[in-house]
């Protein structure tokens, strides 16, 4: 059983605790960043420069960037991104990045050059004084098999080792050509299928032994409720999509998780 509420810039009340962490909490996902929208990536780099601050913590839950080709792209987007976020682990924002669906190559290489912790799959850390499980969201989507089959293939080490050791033009042209084909078999699912397995969720919830989790991938942003088995209630948060003129983070504050609207004004 579930309920959800729409994602608006309000809080979301948190259970008392002691797990406190020093200073705030920034949390976005599927940000998508592409050198052909360039708005979305200026608020991207106003975001990182005037929000996080000394002692903050930014979790950056998947799809950072609408792909990413290996550690060692030299491209205009790969540039930026690495010098916006090595500026602000530089003036002590702590930086903590998962792998999602379009940019599952991120390594350690940009890790170093960004001065962030590649996160695996599964974490979890106190959140507005909650053990909070962080995903980027797309093992929850169980009923797409297909796209879960793909998943492990892209995944596997050797599928990756195979693709660097091709040209940075070579696996430009495999990317686009991915993202080509992706959204035409995307455009062809319902929507219901891409969405989570309320029943994975569950599962995924008793398994980290939590009952807050936040997420991304699936673009569906809202505050969704599930009666756990043994009759606690777990918060579910979905973060949204980043667009040039829809940006929202979700700050912990220590309490509770705000909604903030992220603007170059």
């Keep these: 059983m579930k309920s959800s509420t729409p994602l608006s810039p309000t809080s979301c009340p948190a259970q008392s605790g002691s797990l406190i962490i020093p200073g705030r909490q920034w949390f976005v996902s599927d940000l998508h960043l592409s050198i052909e929208r360039p708005a979305t990536l200026e608020l991207f780099e106003h975001f990182v420069a005037e929000h996080p601050q000394t002692d903050d913590r930014l979790f950056i839950l998947g799809d950072l960037f609408d792909a990413w080709i290996g550690d060692d792209d030299d491209a205009e987007l790969a540039m930026r991104v690495r010098k916006a ?21 991120m390594g350690k290489r940009l890790m170093r050059a960004c001065g962030a912790m590649l996160l ?7 959140v507005a004084g909650r053990p909070t499980l962080l995903m980027h969201g797309d ?6 098999v297909d796209y879960q089959k793909a998943r492990r ?21 495999i990317a686009a050509d991915y993202r080509k084909r992706s959204g035409e078999i995307t455009a062809k699912k319902s929507a219901e299928i891409m969405d989570v397995n309320a ?12 009952d807050q989790l936040i997420h991304g991938h699936t673009h569906r942003p809202a505050e969704h409720q599930h009666a756990l088995p043994d009759g606690r209630t777990a918060l579910r948060l979905v973060l949204p999509e980043w667009h040039e003129n829809a940006v929202v983070a979700w700050q912990d504050d220590g309490k509770k998780l705000n909604a903030i609207n992220v603007t170059l004004s």
């Excluded at 976020?85 to 190559?105: H, K, Y």
């Excluded at 029943?199 to 939590?210: N, S």
């Design 153 to 173: 293939r892209f995944r596997n080490p050797l599928f990756q080792w195979l693709m660097l050791l091709k040209s940075l033009e070579e696996r430009r042209r």
């Design 139 to 144: 093992l929850l989507c169980t009923d797409d």
């Design 85 to 105: 976020l090595r500026t602000a682990s530089e003036r002590g924002v702590r930086i903590f990045i998962q792998r999602g669906n379009r940019d599952f190559m």
């Design 199 to 210: 029943d994975t969720v569950i599962r995924t919830l008793r398994h980290h032994r939590v």
């Design 120 to 126: 695996p799959d599964h974490f979890v850390t106190p």
